[in-house]
T-cell receptor, first 114, second 113 residues
């Protein structure tokens, strides 16, 4: 089936540093999402993105977070500066259409902030 | 915003029996309800979904039911196998049709031989 790729699979950084998580969405998909999952809990929506713009963000999407997809390359989530509570698995997802459409999730990036 | 409740949190069944997971939502405008299966250390995988113009959908041993009036939906796995053991999440789409999914807290399903 459709595959979403994420790089890196694991990232360990010191609190206060910047981190960029990379997502390669399904090739013909136009809508992109980031979700955060703390161990043993459910995925929580962070942000969605279309046509170069953030369409909606949750209260978890702090001011230190930003997303972009320059020139059709990776869809990225940047956290600057990181905090201890940012430690989680971050899943990227993409969908072909807006609204009620299948979202395919990548394998996730496990972020550990020390 | 949307909230999704999911029960039970843990479900243990014997191989060959049925398993049922129930979810409820609050936003009557939600129109898309996917179910994801997640194995330890893996990404969530879409296994079945239902849209608000349907009441029932079946894919092989998976059945989903949607009661819009009661704002409830459920997943039923018939003839469970050990390979069905995993975490299952229900989700509801944003009523604003933005693609935002709100997930339930998950159900750990254990199928015993």
């Amino acid at each position: 089936g459709p595959k979403v790729l994420q790089i890196p699979s694991h990232q360990i950084i010191d609190m206060g540093q910047m981190v960029t998580l990379n997502c390669d969405p399904v090739s013909n998909h136009l809508y992109f999402y980031w979700y955060k999952q703390i161990l043993g809990q459910q995925m929580e929506f962070l942000v969605n993105f279309y046509n170069g713009k953030v369409m909606e963000k949750s209260k978890l999407f702090k001011d230190q977070f930003s997303v972009e997809r320059p020139d059709g390359s990776y869809f990225t989530l940047k956290i600057q500066p990181t905090a201890l509570e940012d430690s989680a698995v971050y899943f990227c997802a993409s969908s072909l259409a807006w609204g009620a459409d299948e979202q395919y999730f990548g394998p996730g990036t496990r972020l550990t902030v020390l | 915003g949307e909230q999704v409740e999911q029960l039970p949190s843990i479900l243990r069944v014997q191989e060959g029996s049925s398993a049922s997971i129930n979810c409820s939502y609050e936003d009557s405008a939600s129109n898309y309800f996917p179910w994801y299966k997640q194995e330890p250390g893996e990404n969530p995988k879409l296994i079945i979904d239902i849209r608000s113009n349907m009441e029932r959908k079946q894919i092989q041993e998976l059945i989903v039911l949607l009661d819009k009036k009661a704002k409830r939906f459920s997943l039923h796995i018939t003839d469970t196998q050990p390979g069905d053991s995993a975490m299952y999440f229900c989700a509801a789409s944003s009523g604003a049709n933005t693609g935002k999914l709100t997930f339930g807290h998950g159900t750990i399903l254990r199928v015993h031989p």
